[in-house]
């Protein structure tokens, strides 16, 4: 069996509640169970994440407290992906790395959301992998893979179809100093991804097929990052 921590951005699982995807997540995901992979997937707030983060800081809230409501809209899209999955899934989210192991021995897909203030869910993935001495962590996301710049701002951004840990690190470091970029995963997800030594693999969540293309049939376009050789399918 080869355990897989995926985590799905927010905006790729639920873009708008009026077009979300949670279906064929859920679809992609028991596919992956019957090819006997265990499933941990770790869930994002996207936008209606954001929006609710937004209303707290217009009425005064700290960060830390607008946090805490971002972490209940990861928890409730978590909640939506399990009811998406049904009898494939533990019926509830798991709120801490401890939850999840504990549910992970009855076999079933664990879906969980944010865990504490300041940290990401791409942060919760990588730590979960680490606990849970996973072969990968998948960041299922709205890009294809990681690119030298911002694509959506610089068309001359190269995509890497491999990278070490200490490049993305760098790679990181340098945008934030640029101001304004988005990465694709954050600076303490891929910090966990240097010591744990576990691959990072980054596939373009818009399109939830194509995470069972790569580990199931070995078609991959996405970006691997870590100092291991890793091949596919698995």
Not at 47 to 59: K, L, S
Not at 209 to 217: K, P, R, T
Request: proline fraction near 4%.
């Amino acid at each position: 069996m080869t355990r897989v921590v995926i985590s799905v951005g927010g905006s790729v699982l639920v873009p708008t509640l009026d077009t979300h995807r949670l279906m064929e997540w859920a679809d992609a995901l028991k596919k992956l169970v019957k090819a006997d992979h265990q499933v941990f997937a770790v869930v994002g707030g996207g936008g209606e994440a954001r929006r609710y983060i937004n209303v707290c800081r217009d009425i005064g809230l700290d960060e830390a407290s607008a946090d805490e409501f971002g972490i209940l809209i990861t928890r409730i899209n978590a909640r939506l992906l399990i009811s998406a999955l049904g009898e494939y899934a533990y019926p509830r989210v798991a709120e801490s790395y401890m939850e999840a192991k504990e549910f992970a021995l009855t076999g079933k897909i664990v879906v969980m959301g944010g865990v504490t203030p300041g940290q990401t869910t791409d942060a919760v993935a990588a730590c979960l992998a680490e606990e849970t001495k996973s072969s990968m962590m998948i960041n299922m996301t709205a890009i294809d893979g990681i690119y030298s710049a911002d694509p959506k701002k610089d068309p001359c951004a190269a995509k890497y179809d491999t990278l070490s840990p200490q490049g993305l690190i760098d790679l990181i470091m340098k945008e934030k100093l640029c101001a304004g970029s988005n990465m694709v995963i954050d600076l303490v997800a891929a910090k966990i991804t240097e010591r744990s030594g576990i691959p990072l693999v980054v596939i373009d969540g818009r399109d939830p097929s194509l995470i069972c293309q790569a580990l199931l049939d070995g078609c991959f376009s996405g970006t691997i990052v870590g100092d291991k050789v890793v091949t596919f399918p698995l």
